[in-house]
């Protein structure tokens, strides 16, 4: 009988013991503004493949000039495209994902050591600072890869191209 009573208090402390940390690892989290840079950087991957597959559109339509017909079915198909590769997870389900395996690697002494400073007016300036920075550090790497995104591209449809009219398929 002790030993069941034992047993149950271990539970029932290792649960509290659970849900106290993980509720330390989302104020972490909120104070460092983790779910906002997870959202901000979801959004601009899915601007970046709008972006990429409004390029491909383009050469399309520059290469073939449909008819408006076939222009809004090929619009369609882009729009399939980009939904096809749409983000399956959201801004919050990184950060679930991130509080574990950020988290464990931290004790409880440790997460309050980061609570407090990211709480504290240089904290809450740091956290300010970073996501101020974040848009701009997006936009400079995505202005260096986009000339070797749309000479991929270019080169792909190109090659695709070439494999056509050399495979004279039946459609």
């Given amino acids: 009988m002790r030993f069941i009573l034992l047993w149950v208090l271990l539970v029932f402390s290792a649960n509290s ?3 106290d940390r993980t509720e330390k690892i989302k104020t972490l989290m909120e104070a460092q503004g983790m779910l906002q840079m997870f ?3 979801i959004e601009a991957g899915k601007q970046q493949q709008r972006d ?3 390029r491909i559109l383009n050469q399309f339509m520059a290469e073939l ?3 408006k017909e076939f222009e809004a079915k090929f619009r369609a198909e882009v729009e399939r495209f980009n939904q096809a590769l749409a983000t399956p997870w959201t801004a919050q389900e990184i950060v679930n994902i991130w509080a574990r ?3 464990e690697r931290f004790s409880d002494a440790e997460l309050d050591q980061l609570v407090a400073y990211y709480s504290s007016p240089l904290g809450k300036k740091e956290v300010a600072a970073s996501q101020a920075a974040m848009p701009e550090l997006n936009r400079q790497l995505y202005a260096h890869v986009t000339p070797m995104i749309e000479r991929a591209t270019a080169d792909f449809i190109q090659r695709m191209q070439i494999v056509a009219k050399e ?3 039946k459609r």
Avoid: T
Wanted: charged share 15%.
């Fill in 167 to 169: 495979c004279r398929c």
């Fill in 17 to 19: 013991f659970a849900a």
């Fill in 39 to 41: 959202g901000d950087s």
């Fill in 52 to 54: 990429q597959a409004q």
């Fill in 65 to 67: 000039k449909p008819s």
């Fill in 101 to 103: 395996v950020y988290g």
